[in-house]
Nanobody, 125 residues
Framework: VQLQASGGGAAQTGGSLRLSCVASGRALSSGSVAWFRQAPGKDRIFVAALFRRGGNTYYSDSVKGRFTISRDNAKNTVYLQMNNLTPEDTAVYYC???????????????????WGQGTLVTVSS
């Protein structure tokens, strides 16, 4: 399984970006897919996830209402639509996937077996 993340770039405060995570080798529709981010000098933290059972979505409090995670099964791609960006959203964003996680495990980056390479998002004030 390979994941390819893209869509990062520069934005201004209040702007929007859409990240994509394309998978090869296995269908994302049957797995849990998440986005994590890591700011310079900080730990990798949970941003959003689609759980494999039911397709329910989950968000960190810091992005709830601004970010939306979604999936296009035909393209085997998961998106992260990021709106109303702030400088605090500046980070490298990683997509991750796993096909065996239970719900309580989706929040922790170390539980995921497959990772994309990361895409940098920079938000200026």
């Amino acid at each position: 399984v390979q994941l390819q993340a893209s869509g990062g770039g520069a934005a201004q405060t209040g702007g929007s970006l859409r990240l994509s995570c394309v998978a090869s080798g296995r269908a994302l529709s049957s797995g849990s897919v998440a986005w994590f981010r890591q700011a310079p000098g900080k730990d990798r933290i949970f941003v959003a996830a689609l759980f494999r059972r039911g397709g329910n979505t989950y968000y960190s409090d810091s992005v709830k209402g601004r970010f939306t995670i979604s999936r296009d099964n035909a393209k085997n791609t998961v998106y992260l639509q990021m709106n109303n960006l702030t400088p605090e959203d500046t980070a490298v964003y990683y997509c991750a996937a796993d096909w065996s996680l239970i719900l309580s495990s989706i929040w922790t980056w170390s539980n995921y077996d497959y990772w994309g390479q990361g895409t940098l998002v920079t938000v200026s004030s």
